[in-house]
């Protein structure tokens, strides 16, 4: 096996030489062996050990079992200890997932603070294979189905072409020590029933039944990558960026067929779930929204927005003309000028005298209304949006600089009347909106 790993570093991942590598072992078989491997292959590692603390004494053993062997090779090891089950239930997650989220944590962690470059994890064929089946067992789209990566981000799995068998002949030839754990042979957990229930009739079938598989899956990939770059193409297309959002015009997404297909591809990486909902919005009325953890979809008029959820500061904030303003969430400089230089949407020029300080910036509120500048009479914001087109995400986003309750300025749209500099005005007030 020692020589295939090696042309495997060579010739497919070769940029792990002479990187900082930061090894995940349990002690089991698998990442024992890699750990053998690597060392063999002259890679930079380090191991890191996490104790979950699900199997007492075993747990504690697997740890023990981890520092001997850092030690024996001369290896620095990372240990960390976890209250998994009392942070499964907190976050409302099955103990494995819980495992994995703060392996994972604990791992981006150390590549922060110790500047590895990446965390090498011992998945293999079999792995792949039983992923595969977990989520057709599930029900997923050919992204599901194309495998375990074996990059993913600073995520490098050396393993992956080599089966659980290979692994563990290479490890008896070579008299390699691991732990057993013992959770493994437990049927509770559905990995497991797939590993030993439902894997071994299928290589049944056929003797080289792993090897067609892997084959497959290779396909899957490269159709998965052909669906990708399709995609992102159409993205480029029909994504236009506007003040932070994602605009989409909804009759060029219903020239996409299939449709539901496209929607799917186009959207799921902003975690949306609820597809019918996401669909539904194509011919919703113009307000209606569709949320995921993340992100927004709104339907606006015509076309359909994307917005990553953000929390956005509200309240009232003192506006002192003769101060910086850099805490302020809508950052403004004030100046008295002697004239009005330019005419831009983020700076206004206003008469001093008429302004109360300190001034406030606010949110907008259902109910404001306003003297637009060059225009006679009041306006509602609200119809003023409207007249303007501009968006809810946007509106969320509007700031108001106030003076004595009274709008000045709606800050990078339009200034109000009844403040604007005339021929007896003394003092100039300059304010921009530094962007």
């Known amino acids: 096996m020692f020589p295939k790993f090696k042309e495997h570093i060579d010739q497919e991942i070769s940029f792990l030489k002479g990187k900082k590598l930061l090894l995940a072992c349990s002690g089991g078989l698998d990442s024992v062996v890699l ?12 191991l890191a050990h996490c104790n979950f603390k699900l199997r007492g004494g075993e747990s504690d053993g697997d740890e023990d079992f981890v520092r001997q062997l850092a030690f024996k090779f ?5 240990v960390k200890q976890f209250e998994t089950e009392q942070y499964a239930e907190k976050q409302r997650l099955s103990v494995q997932m ?10 981006d ?3 922060l603070a110790k500047g590895f470059d990446y965390v090498l994890t ?18 997923t789209g050919i992204d599901g189905l194309s495998g375990i990566p074996e990059v993913n981000g600073q995520v490098v799995r050396p393993l992956l072409p080599f089966s659980r068998s290979e692994i563990l002949e290479y490890a008896e030839s070579e008299g390699i020590a691991w732990r057993e754990d013992s959770s493994n042979a437990s049927s509770k957990y559905l990995r497991n029933k797939i590993r030993h229930q439902l894997v071994p009739p299928l290589k049944e079938l056929h003797p080289t039944f792993l090897q067609n598989f892997l084959n497959t899956q290779n396909h899957l990939q490269q159709t998965n990558d052909l669906v990708t770059n399709h995609l992102n193409e159409v993205k480029s297309k029909l994504f236009k960026s506007r003040d932070g959002n994602i605009k989409m015009a909804i009759s060029e997404l219903e020239q996409l067929q299939p449709l539901e297909s496209y929607l799917y591809g186009l959207f799921q990486g902003y975690g949306f779930t609820e597809w019918n909902d996401v669909a539904g919005l194509l011919t919703a009325e113009s307000g209606k929204q569709v949320f995921s953890k993340t992100h927004r979809l709104l339907k606006d008029r015509d076309c359909l927005i994307l917005s990553k959820i953000e929390s956005q500061p509200n309240g009232t904030y003192p506006v002192h003309w003769d101060k910086c303003h850099n805490e302020l969430p809508v950052q403004l400089k004030l100046e008295l000028v002697d004239a009005i230089d330019e005419q831009a949407k983020n700076v206004v020029f206003l008469d001093k005298e008429k302004l109360m300080f300190p001034l406030a910036l606010r ?18 914001l609200s119809k003023f949006f409207k007249d303007e087109k501009i968006d809810l995400f946007s509106k969320e986003k509007q700031w108001l600089l106030c003076s004595d309750n009274k709008i000045v300025w709606v800050v990078g749209k339009r200034a109000d009347e009844r403040f604007k500099v005339e021929d007896s005005t003394r003092q100039i007030l300059k304010i921009t909106q530094l962007i």
């Open 74 to 78: 001369g290896i620095q090891v990372f």
């Open 122 to 139: 011992a998945h293999h064929a079999d792995d792949n294979l039983e992923t595969f089946l977990i989520n057709l067992s599930r029900g």
């Open 98 to 107: 819980a495992a994995r989220k703060l392996r994972y944590q604990w791992f």
């Open 35 to 46: 750990m053998h491997l690597c060392e063999a292959t002259n890679l930079n590692i380090v």
């Open 109 to 111: 962690e150390l590549l």
């Open 363 to 380: 949110n907008w509120e259902k109910g404001d209304y306003f003297y637009p500048f060059g225009m006679q009479g009041k306006k509602k």
